[in-house]
C-alpha cells in the first residue's frame, strides 16, 4: 500500500498533489486544505470545511469508500471504510482545526486527540486504522533531546496516547533515533524544522515499510507544507 498525504495550502496545490499522486504511484491520497478533487478516477470521500472552499478528502485508485461519520469535524476530517475484495482498512485524512471568531475550537493538540478518538470509536470492526494528515503539533512524533526543546506536555502525552491505543508513528519507527525533518516551511522562518504532518497506522511493522518526507522544488511551488510518503506492507 502506497500512501500519500499532503496539505495543499488552502487548495493552491490541489492540482499538483494529484501529479503528485500519479508521478509516485500512491494507492491512497490522504489530502488536507484541498479543493474538490475533479479529475480523480477512483473513489472520492470527504467535503469542505463550513465556509471555506477548501476541506479533508480521501481517494483511492481501486475498491470502495464507505463514508465515516466523524462528528463536529466536517471538512477536517475524511474518514471511510475502505474495501478491496476482502479486504478492509480505515482510512482517515486529518487536519486538525483552526480556531475562528466564527467557529471557535479547542487547542490543536486536543482537536487532534478527540478527532482520533472519534475515528477509532466509530470504526471499532476494521482491523486496520490509517490516520494521515497535518496534526498541527511542532513535532508529531517521539521527542529527541533536541525535538523536546519545542514539544509541549501536551504534545507528549497526546503522543503516548495514541502510542497506547496501538498506534504507530510512521515516519519515527521508521527512522528510529533520527531527528524529526521539516514538514512546514513557516511562512516567517522557514528554517524552523517544524514536523506536524504524518501518518499514524495500526497495526504496524516497520520493518516491513518505508516512509519519506517530500521536499523538492515541484512540492515547494505548490504548498507551504511538504508531503509525506509511506509504503506499507
Known sequence: ???LTWNTAQGRGSSAALQLADRVAADVVLLQESFPPKTWAGAVAGAVVPGRKWGSWVLVRSGKLTEVEVNGFTGWVAAANWRRSSKSTLLASLHSPTSSESSPRRSYIDEARGAVDMIVQNSPREKR????GDFNFKFFGPTTAENAK???KKEIATMQHFASLGFSNVWADCHPGASLPQTLRWTKDRSIPYHCDGLLVRPFDPSRAICEVLSSDFVHRH?????????ID
Do not use: K
Open 223 to 231: 504548498s507551504d507544507h511538504n508531503a509525506v510518503l509511506a509504503v
Open 1 to 3: 500500500m502506497r500512501i
Open 129 to 132: 486504522h490509517v490516520i494521515g
Open 150 to 152: 519545542g514539544s509541549s
